[in-house]
C-alpha cells in the first residue's frame, strides 16, 4: 500500500495543482511505505518516524528488514537525508545494498536505543555517510529529502553551497528552512 493509499484527509488527490503532495506529506501516510535500493531490492518498510523536538527536523526513519510476518526483523534508524523519495512508484529509495544493510546498526524492536544521544547520532551517521544537525535537500518538487547523488524525480537538481541543494530557484538555508522555493506542478499523482 502507497502513501496515496493511505491517505484518508485527501492530502494527495488531484485538485487541480492545489495540494501539499509531494512537497509537504502526512507522516501518518509514510508509516509503512517501502524503501527500496537503488538495485530494486526491497530493503523493508518504514516503521517509525523520528522527530528532533529541539530543530523541529525528521531525524531518522526507523526501517524494518528482515524476518517473516513481522517476526525476527531488525529495526534501522536511517538518516532523513538518506532517504530519496521516489514519486513516480510511491516508495522510498535508500542508496545501500542488501548485504551492506545487514551490517547497519540496528536494535531489536524491544530494545530500542538512546537515538538522541551523541555516540548513537555519529554511529548511524557515520554508517550512512551523512551529517549530524543536517536537514535533507529540496527537490525539484520542492519537498525536503535525503542527500542522495542520484535524482529520482523530473527536473534540475544542483548541488548548493553550505551542504543544501538548490532546485529550481529554490533551496535550502544554512539553517534548513526552506528558501524561495518554487515547486513543478507537473509531479503530481
Given at each position: 500500500m502507497s502513501y496515496s493509499d493511505r491517505d484518508t484527509f485527501g492530502i494527495y488527490r488531484d485538485r487541480d495543482d492545489e495540494g501539499p503532495g509531494p512537497r509537504l506529506m502526512g507522516a501518518d501516510t509514510l508509516i509503512g511505505e517501502d524503501v527500496y535500493n537503488q538495485q530494486e531490492e526491497d530493503l523493508g518498510d518504514i516503521k517509525e518516524i523520528m522527530l528532533d523536538m529541539q530543530s523541529g527536523q525528521i531525524a531518522y526513519a526507523v526501517l524494518s528488514f528482515g524476518g517473516w510476518l513481522g517476526m525476527g526483523d531488525k529495526l534501522f534508524a536511517v538518516p532523513w537525508q538518506s532517504l530519496q523519495l521516489d514519486t513516480t512508484n510511491q516508495r522510498f529509495l535508500l542508496d545501500v545494498s542488501k548485504e551492506r544493510l545487514k551490517a547497519a546498526p540496528g536494535f531489536n524492536k524491544d530494545d530500542w536505543p538512546d537515538m538522541a544521544s551523541?555516540?548513537?547520532?555519529?554511529?548511524?551517521?557515520g554508517f550512512y555517510g551523512t551529517q549530524q544537525n543536517l536537514a535533507g535537500r529540496v527537490t525539484s518538487t520542492g519537498s525536503?529529502?535525503?542527500?542522495?547523488?542520484?535524482?529520482?524525480?523530473?527536473?534540475?537538481?544542483?548541488s548548493g553551497s553550505q551542504g543544501g541543494t538548490q532546485s529550481q530557484g529554490g533551496g535550502l538555508s544554512q539553517s534548513g528552512t526552506l528558501s524561495g522555493s518554487k515547486t513543478d506542478q507537473s509531479d503530481k499523482y
Open positions: 551523541n555516540e548513537f547520532s555519529s554511529s548511524i551517521h525536503v529529502m535525503g542527500q542522495s547523488s542520484g535524482s529520482l524525480q523530473s527536473g534540475t537538481q544542483q
